[in-house]
């Protein structure tokens, strides 16, 4: 989803949620095939929703009041992905956030 826009709440909530359905996933893999599990990056497909530059970007911007809180939200899903990100794990410095 290489051009979303910041601007478009909605389309980046469903790319984090699609995140986290990837995270449940990998977890799952790793519970059967910890070897092969490792060697994934299970964010990559949502990388552009998940790296810095892209919640640097929501943080610029000024959403009706009405949006608002889903964009608020979004700090909240940063936290809970890059906990469970195994690049994270690894290496801090090698995440884009």
């Known amino acids: 989803m290489g051009d979303l826009h ?10 984090v949620a699609r995140g ?11 519970a059967r095939d910890p070897e092969s599990a490792e060697r994934e990056d299970p964010l990559e497909p949502v990388r552009p929703v998940a790296g810095k530059s892209f ?3 929501l943080e610029a911007l000024e959403p009706s009041v009405v949006d608002r809180p889903l964009r ?17 794990k690894k290496s801090r410095s090698a995440c884009a956030v």
């Open 20 to 30: 986290a359905t990837l995270l449940v996933r990998w977890r799952a893999a790793l």
């Open 55 to 57: 919640r640097e970007a």
């Open 72 to 88: 608020d939200a979004f700090d909240s899903d940063f936290v809970v992905l890059h906990a469970a990100c195994p690049v994270c």
């Open 6 to 15: 910041v601007a478009d709440l909605l389309a980046v909530d469903r790319e």
